[in-house]
């Protein structure tokens, strides 16, 4: 006889499907039961506001979270740079598998890489972080480019560039792998460059606090490292007391002199959308062992961002 399903709550979008049914699979593994995928429509899927103004993709994440609450699903997969950095006390992120790349790219007409787009060249992106990178390189390469913010699923975001009505769009490559459209990338983006949101292209898997069977289950699936890493970035965002939709990228990885790993770096960027003004800084310090380590990590990285003016950066918290 097999054993009762377990519920796997998730968003109806391509990518939350994509990511959902890879996780369902994994998970299948690790505790041997079948997972049957429970589809939750959210204000956010069907408002055509724009999403900052209905409170970022916070809303997504909140009725994922209510349907975990209500008993009505047993976990739920989140895509770590959407979830907001407070976690409440009867939920655990009792996985967060191993991260893939982290980095943002462009889909540009004509087969473009960031450094052949032309002066005045029309960029499709809502994300302030992205906007305030892009035209801080302009700034930097004496050339213009027009951030435009848009938003919509990924193929909706890349049809703007098949249509004619942008150069380009910048995505996560991390999506774009999940939805198996990563070949239609022109460019992928130096951190240098542009540094990516706190936690991308890691995924959360979320369960109730007292489900110990299956938070010990799920366990199976963490990743260490990548723990590690996304809790010193979302550190840095709570200590710089600013959302997912703030101008904020970060990036922890690990150093090593060629034989073995000897230290975490964690780099942050804050800066105006205009790109005028960054505050970029890094630090790096023992691989964090705990919990606490990591956070005092992205904590101490926000203490100096702060001491060089990112709050006056971050600007008006409602667009
Ligand atoms: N903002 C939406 C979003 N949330 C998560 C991803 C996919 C990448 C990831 O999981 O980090 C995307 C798409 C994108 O930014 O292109």
Redesign the pocket.
């Not at 959407?82 to 939920?91: G, K």
């Not at 922890?252 to 800084?281: F, N």
């Given at each position: 006889m097999t054993e009762k399903a377990l519920r796997l709550g998730t968003r109806r979008s391509k990518?939350a499907m994509a990511q959902s049914g890879q996780v369902a699979d994994a998970v299948s593994q690790v505790t041997g039961r079948p997972v049957e995928l429970v589809e939750i429509t959210t204000y956010g899927d069907v408002s055509r506001e724009h999403l900052a103004q209905i409170g970022g993709?916070g809303v997504f994440v909140a009725a994922l979270r209510e349907a975990l609450a209500r008993g009505e699903v047993d976990f739920a997969v989140h895509?770590l740079?959407?979830l907001p950095t407070a976690q409440p006390d009867e939920l655990v992120l009792a996985a967060i598998p191993e991260r893939e790349d982290p980095r943002d790219v462009i889909i540009a007409r004509d087969a473009l890489k960031l450094t052949d787009l032309p002066r005045g060249a029309r960029i499709g992106t809502g994300s302030p972080r992205r906007m305030a990178q892009l035209n801080a390189y302009a700034r930097a390469h004496g050339t213009d480019i027009e951030t435009v913010p848009i938003r919509g699923n990924?193929d909706t975001r890349i049809g703007y560039v098949a249509k004619g009505d942008l150069d380009a769009v910048v995505?996560?490559a991390?999506?774009l792998n999940r939805i198996g459209r990563s070949d239609e990338v022109t460019d992928f983006l130096s951190v240098d460059t542009v540094l990516p949101a706190p936690g991308?292209?890691a995924l959360a898997i979320e369960c109730a606090a007292d489900d110990a069977d299956l938070v010990a289950a799920l366990a199976e699936l963490d990743d260490p490292f990548t723990r590690a890493a996304v809790t010193a970035e979302r550190s840095l965002l709570a200590a710089l007391e600013a959302g997912c939709s703030a101008p904020v990228g970060a990036l922890a990885d690990l150093l090593d002199d060629g034989q073995a790993v000897k230290e975490m770096r964690l780099r942050g960027v804050v800066g105006t959308t205009d790109g005028s003004t960054l505050v970029q800084l890094s630090t790096t310090g023992p691989v964090p062992e705990t919990h606490e380590a990591a956070t005092a990590l992205g904590r101490g990285l926000a203490t100096e961002m702060l001491a060089q003016g990112a709050a006056g950066l971050m600007g008006e918290r409602a667009l």
């Amino acid at each position: 006889m097999t054993e009762k399903a377990l519920r796997l709550g998730t968003r109806r979008s391509k990518l939350a499907m994509a990511q959902s049914g890879q996780v369902a699979d994994a998970v299948s593994q690790v505790t041997g039961r079948p997972v049957e995928l429970v589809e939750i429509t959210t204000y956010g899927d069907v408002s055509r506001e724009h999403l900052a103004q209905i409170g970022g993709t916070g809303v997504f994440v909140a009725a994922l979270r209510e349907a975990l609450a209500r008993g009505e699903v047993d976990f739920a997969v989140h895509s770590l740079k959407d979830l907001p950095t407070a976690q409440p006390d009867e939920l655990v992120l009792a996985a967060i598998p191993e991260r893939e790349d982290p980095r943002d790219v462009i889909i540009a007409r004509d087969a473009l890489k960031l450094t052949d787009l032309p002066r005045g060249a029309r960029i499709g992106t809502g994300s302030p972080r992205r906007m305030a990178q892009l035209n801080a390189y302009a700034r930097a390469h004496g050339t213009d480019i027009e951030t435009v913010p848009i938003r919509g699923n990924v193929d909706t975001r890349i049809g703007y560039v098949a249509k004619g009505d942008l150069d380009a769009v910048v995505l996560a490559a991390a999506g774009l792998n999940r939805i198996g459209r990563s070949d239609e990338v022109t460019d992928f983006l130096s951190v240098d460059t542009v540094l990516p949101a706190p936690g991308q292209g890691a995924l959360a898997i979320e369960c109730a606090a007292d489900d110990a069977d299956l938070v010990a289950a799920l366990a199976e699936l963490d990743d260490p490292f990548t723990r590690a890493a996304v809790t010193a970035e979302r550190s840095l965002l709570a200590a710089l007391e600013a959302g997912c939709s703030a101008p904020v990228g970060a990036l922890a990885d690990l150093l090593d002199d060629g034989q073995a790993v000897k230290e975490m770096r964690l780099r942050g960027v804050v800066g105006t959308t205009d790109g005028s003004t960054l505050v970029q800084l890094s630090t790096t310090g023992p691989v964090p062992e705990t919990h606490e380590a990591a956070t005092a990590l992205g904590r101490g990285l926000a203490t100096e961002m702060l001491a060089q003016g990112a709050a006056g950066l971050m600007g008006e918290r409602a667009l």
